[in-house]
């Protein structure tokens, strides 16, 4: 079946731009199974389901763009890390990844913890009714409005990024007669083989406190004498979208280092460490990324192994994972509007979204894959850019994929493993509308997140 309104469309490209995938896939209707949500499947009427829901049903009750997030394979991919981890240590969902209400409740419901980074998301967090203590406060530049409101609430941990934010939070602690339980961020001089933006443990950076030089050692001197402060732990993160489990084994070999001699000067054993997030989902078929079982068990052994060289107690634990939850539980359903083949370069393809819902193509020059999935079509593959309909030519939302030639305006087409840091990224360049982001379980959509409105736009523009 079609809902497209044209039949024919241009046709693969003869000569092949540089940078194009090599050869197109052997069945351009076939779901590769790493990239889609688990319960994403086609129909035998050619139709892609999601959560037993057909997107097309969904693009007519909902429109498009807009962002499909499968709610079971969201709780099962937590649960999944929750188990892998056990009740000896503790998993904390980045909500930077992308953030809701709904989404609190299920990492709640799936006892999961939150790693929040602004006053926002945790006020987001609280009104969904994760406790304060099983929250942690992240960030390099917290406002001391952030902190108040973090130390108020009683906030699990703050992860302190800084020399001026040890004092600053020791000092609203205490004029609130509290003790606040801290984390000490430190950067462990790890090259994380990803992206340079993306990539956060080096030295050259504006997070955390650098092991180098000492001056690490200095942030725990100067927080252990503070009484507004709980020491608890040395905090790591070294970077995102890492497959290559090398980096963390010299992070946390550098983290136990710093606890053991934390232990020699000071006599004390700091009892919590966390290795930060970063693991890697697959975005396009050549991405092989590891299950929360084998991250689980490496991480447990280094760590166990590294602090029995140190003679120290193996402290609890904690992990940061954001896109490997939420990554792959959703993606972003386009109708297709225009197609421009330009002969001897390539076809543009142009939905109704763009860089307005994802950045990370323009940002970071992401790698996405593409499938037509409102019919299955036997036309040959036509290497296409998916482009969106901004002002402004970085504007890619796939920069090179293959898709049938018969494509045609009206289409749907969907790019897999936008749950992370696309929603969470959005903006409204152009003024356009941000998407919405509706669950779909047990053959139920619901809407999480609503699609804005021309009167949103004007609500803000108070001039
Ligand atoms: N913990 C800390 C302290 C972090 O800074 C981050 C991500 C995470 C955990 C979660 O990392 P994940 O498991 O999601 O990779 N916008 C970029 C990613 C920025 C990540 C920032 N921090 C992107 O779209 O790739």
């Known amino acids: 079946m079609s809902r497209s309104a044209h039949p024919a469309g241009p046709r693969h490209a003869d000569v092949l731009p540089e940078g194009h995938p090599s050869a197109p896939p052997a069945d351009l209707n076939a779901l590769d199974r790493k990239v889609w949500a688990s319960t994403v499947t086609r129909t035998p009427d050619g139709v892609v389901t999601v959560g037993g829901v057909e997107v097309t049903t969904l693009a007519e009750e909902f429109g498009t763009p807009a962002y499909l997030l499968d709610e079971t394979d969201f709780r099962e991919r937590a649960r999944a890390w929750r188990t892998a981890f056990g009740p000896d240590a503790d998993v904390f969902y980045a909500g930077k990844a992308f953030l809701s209400r709904a989404v609190v409740r299920w990492l709640h419901d799936e006892g999961l913890n939150l790693d929040v980074c602004s006053g926002g998301e945790l006020t987001t967090a609280l009104s969904a009714g994760m406790p304060a203590d099983r929250i942690a406060f992240h960030g390099n530049n917290k406002s001391v409005e952030e902190i108040e409101a973090a130390v108020r609430a009683g906030v699990g941990r703050i992860v302190l990024d800084s020399f001026q934010e040890i004092v600053r939070v020791a000092h609203i602690a205490g004029s609130l007669g509290k003790r606040?339980?801290?984390?000490?961020?430190?950067t462990v001089g790890v090259e994380a083989h990803t992206h340079e933006f993306i990539a956060t443990a080096h030295e050259d950076q504006k997070f955390g406190i650098p092991l180098a030089g000492g001056q690490a050692a200095e942030a725990v001197r100067r927080?252990?004498?503070?009484?507004?402060?709980?020491?608890?732990?040395?905090?790591?993160?070294?970077?995102s979208q890492?497959?290559?489990?090398?980096?963390?084994?010299?992070?946390?070999?550098?983290?136990?280092?710093?606890?053991?001699?934390?232990?020699?000067?000071?006599?004390?054993?700091?009892?919590?460490?966390?290795?930060?997030?970063?693991?890697?989902?697959?975005?396009?078929?050549?991405?092989?990324?590891?299950?929360?079982?084998?991250?689980?068990?490496?991480?447990?052994?280094?760590?166990?192994?590294?602090?029995?060289?140190?003679?120290?107690?193996?402290?609890?634990?904690?992990?940061?994972?954001?896109?490997?939850?939420?990554?792959?539980?959703?993606?972003?359903?386009?109708?297709?509007?225009?197609?421009?083949?330009?002969?001897?370069?390539?076809?543009?393809?142009?939905?109704?979204?763009?860089?307005?819902?994802?950045?990370?193509?323009?940002?970071?020059?992401?790698?996405?894959?593409?499938?037509?999935?409102?019919?299955?079509?036997?036309?040959?593959?036509?290497l296409v850019r998916v482009v969106g309909k901004h002002c402004e030519s970085g504007d890619i939302v796939v920069k090179d994929a293959f898709l049938p030639a018969d494509l045609a305006p009206g289409d749907l087409i969907a790019v897999p493993a936008t749950g992370a840091y696309c929603r969470s990224m959005a903006s409204n360049y152009n003024h356009a509308l941000r998407p919405p982001v509706v669950a779909v379980r047990d053959g139920e959509a619901r809407v999480i997140v609503r699609r804005e409105t021309e009167e949103d736009l004007l609500r803000l523009d108070v001039g």
């Not at 606040?180 to 430190?186: A, E, G, K, L, M």
């Not at 539980?329 to 509007?337: D, I, K, P």
């Not at 020059?365 to 036509?382: G, I, K, Q």
């Open 242 to 382: 890492i497959f290559d489990m090398s980096g963390f084994e010299v992070a946390a070999h550098r983290v136990v280092g710093l606890l053991k001699d934390i232990r020699d000067e000071h006599g004390v054993e700091l009892p919590e460490i966390d290795l930060g997030g970063g693991l890697g989902i697959a975005y396009t078929s050549d991405d092989d990324p590891r299950e929360p079982h084998e991250i689980a068990k490496a991480l447990n052994e280094i760590v166990s192994r590294e602090c029995e060289r140190a003679q120290l107690s193996t402290p609890r634990i904690s992990v940061e994972p954001g896109r490997a939850i939420v990554g792959p539980t959703a993606f972003t359903l386009y109708e297709v509007g225009t197609i421009k083949p330009l002969e001897n370069l390539r076809t543009y393809v142009s939905v109704d979204g763009g860089m307005s819902d994802n950045i990370r193509t323009a940002l970071y020059d992401a790698e996405y894959s593409v499938a037509l999935v409102s019919r299955t079509s036997e036309a040959a593959p036509m």
């Open 180 to 186: 606040q339980r801290v984390q000490i961020r430190i």
């Open 223 to 239: 927080a252990l004498q503070l009484d507004g402060l709980d020491v608890v732990g040395i905090h790591s993160h070294i970077g």
